[in-house]
């Protein structure tokens, strides 16, 4: 069974910086997406970044030129950059797969929680 497993949540001040980690465990073959979705307190849960096994990526208009995603795609990997955070930043982060092939199958990790004080 495939799990995601995130790391590199807290707390940071206005300005700084964290990286959140995500693996999937218990996957042998190549994800197509992976990435990064939050949703801060009382919000919708919303797209960060996605990035694709052939090297696109997406961003939200939010975090353009702030927040950067990376992935190792042989070990299943994906990794969220986060510079110039902001108070508005604060969300629980979930990273997200895509185990389909054909179709699509949605896979969420636990959650991180970051949070930006000002």
């Known amino acids: 069974q495939v799990q995601l497993v995130e790391s590199g949540g807290g707390l940071v001040q206005a300005g700084g910086s964290l990286r959140l980690s995500c693996a999937a465990s218990?996957?042998?073959?190549?994800?197509?997406?992976m990435g990064w979705f939050r949703q801060g307190s009382g919000k919708q849960r919303e797209l960060v970044a996605v990035?694709?096994?052939?090297?696109?990526?997406d961003y939200a208009d939010s975090v353009k030129g702030r927040f950067t995603i990376s992935r190792d795609n042989a070990k299943n990997t994906v990794y969220l950059q986060m510079n110039s955070l902001k108070p508005e930043d604060t969300a629980v982060y979930y990273c997200?797969?895509?185990?389909?092939?054909?179709?699509?199958?949605?896979?969420w990790g636990q959650g991180t929680q970051v949070t930006v004080s000002s």
């Open positions: 997200y797969a895509d185990l389909g092939v054909v179709a699509r199958i949605d896979l």
């Open positions: 218990g996957s042998t073959r190549s994800i197509n997406v």
């Open positions: 990035s694709r096994s052939g090297g696109t990526t």
